[in-house]
T-cell receptor, first 114, second 113 residues
């Protein structure tokens, strides 16, 4: 069964460094998302991506963040100049089901900023 | 501000019992409703989706939606210890190509053998 994959599973970085989180959505899906979940808190929407451009972004998704679909299969989230409060689980999701909007999630990347 | 509210629990039920999980949402424009299960340290796993008022059954799971009351619930019949997890309610605001999910905090369920 097709699934969303994410790498790395765990990323440790120093404050101020840049990180790139990678996702491979399900191959025939059209809509892509990044969410994050700080330990003990709600899952939060960051950004959605469709037709090679951002379709919506949350207040969290400021200039520190960027997304890219560089090669038609990968979908990346870049966080520039990481902060302690960026420590969280980051989930990629995709959907190809326009009518029902079911989103399928990858296993997540745990980002730890020291 | 669109909100999704859940009782955080923990909800504790004996093995074999029915577990009832509830969720309310703030925006009447909501169109799609989802229940995800999340084990500690793992990603959300889709359990059920529901789009129309009424009940939808899938195995031991039944989702119930009442749009007039802005309420969605999940019933788990014959609860098993493996059902112990956090259950997340998520609601989709479908506006054009903007299909983000808004999430509740989740209800922690413990099924005791």
């Amino acid at each position: 069964e097709p699934e969303v994959t994410q790498t790395p599973s765990h990323q440790v970085t120093q404050m101020g460094q840049e990180v790139i989180l990678r996702c491979v959505p399900i191959s025939n899906h059209l809509y892509f998302y990044w969410y994050r979940q700080i330990l003990g808190q709600k899952v939060e929407f960051l950004v959605s991506f469709y037709n090679n451009e951002i379709s919506e972004k949350s207040e969290i998704f400021d200039d520190q963040f960027s997304v890219e679909r560089p090669d038609g299969s990968n979908f990346t989230l870049k966080i520039r100049s990481t902060k302690l409060e960026d420590s969280a689980m980051y989930f990629c999701a995709s959907t190809g089901e326009v009518r029902t909007d079911t989103q399928y999630f990858g296993p997540g990347t745990r980002l730890t900023v020291l | 501000q669109k909100e999704v509210e859940q009782n955080s629990g923990p909800l504790s039920v004996p093995e074999g019992a029915i577990a009832s999980l509830n969720c309310t949402y703030s925006d009447r424009g909501s169109q799609s409703f989802f229940w995800y299960r999340q084990y500690s340290g793992k990603s959300p796993e889709l359990i059920m989706s529901i789009y129309s008022n009424g009940d939808k059954e899938d195995g031991r799971f039944t989702a119930q939606l009442n749009k007039a009351s802005q309420y969605v619930s999940l019933l788990i019949r014959d609860s098993q210890p493996s059902d112990s997890a956090t259950y997340l309610c998520a609601v989709n605001w479908n506006a054009g190509n903007n299909r983000k999910l808004i999430w509740g905090l989740g209800t922690s369920l413990a099924v005791n053998p």
